[in-house]
């Protein structure tokens, strides 16, 4: 098995008209691989990279996370937590990558501080005040 980073995992999944050739590449590698490890890292990324670069809103990311989630062919890092955090994703008002930093702590029995008011909302989030 091998693993991906966040730029093939993104030509894997989105097709990217100025990026034909490493979109077919990306591809060529996944059907050939047959099981393709992507790190918790690459997970977060991607969601940032469909935002920034490609100007999806969530309701259009979460097909795409969804899609890793069941696709056999995606061994995904730490796989509990990234299906609790896109859950918390899907029903919350809160990014993907506090979602997961919330599934992660939560297994850890953490509580998370935070200055970000709307992520305090969680719960066992607490807002850092003065």
Not at 62 to 86: D, G, K, R, T
Not at 109 to 118: A, Q, S
Not at 119 to 124: A, G, I, L, V, Y
């Amino acid at each position: 098995m091998q693993a991906v980073d966040t730029n093939v995992l993104v030509r894997i999944l989105v097709t990217d008209d100025k990026q034909i050739e490493q979109v077919k590449l990306a591809r060529q590698f996944a059907k050939k691989a047959k099981l393709v490890f992507v790190p918790q890292i690459v997970q977060v990324e991607l969601v940032w990279v469909c935002q920034a670069a490609y100007g999806l809103g969530k309701s259009e990311i979460i097909p795409v996370l969804q899609h890793l989630q069941v696709n056999e062919s995606f061994q995904l890092q730490s796989e509990h937590e990234f299906s609790a955090a896109l859950q918390l994703y899907q029903s919350n008002n809160v990014d993907f990558s506090d979602s997961l930093i919330f599934a992660e702590s939560k297994k850890e029995n953490c509580d998370v501080i935070t200055f970000d008011k709307k992520f305090s909302r969680m719960p066992n989030v607490k807002h850092l005040t003065d």
